[in-house]
């Protein structure tokens, strides 16, 4: 029998995160206090290192951009395909 994955909320990763930055507890106490693996601990802390980092860089803001063209392309797709489609309903 497998092991479900625990799923957490943005809003306990927060509160963990932020105690493992503020280092007023060593991540053993953060471990046992949260029951969540030290590992796990490091691993949502870096990541938010370099989510911080991100917004001041900008890159956030550049990576919406990118989506945005993204998008605009597949409507744009969506447009010729549908024009395309009842040009072949009407020959056929």
Do not use: C, P
Request: no cysteine.
């Amino acid at each position: 029998m497998l092991k479900k994955a625990k799923v957490y909320s943005a809003e306990f990763k927060l509160r963990i995160v932020l105690e493992a930055i503020k280092g007023e507890l060593s991540q053993n106490q953060i471990t046992s206090k949260y029951g969540v693996h030290a590992t796990q601990i490091s691993y949502w802390k870096k990541q938010a290192l370099e989510n911080i980092k991100a917004g001041f860089d900008g890159k956030i803001k550049g990576k919406d951009r990118e989506n945005e063209l993204l998008i605009e392309d597949l409507y744009k797709e969506i447009g010729r395909q549908k024009v395309e489609l009842e040009w072949l309903k009407k020959r056929v």
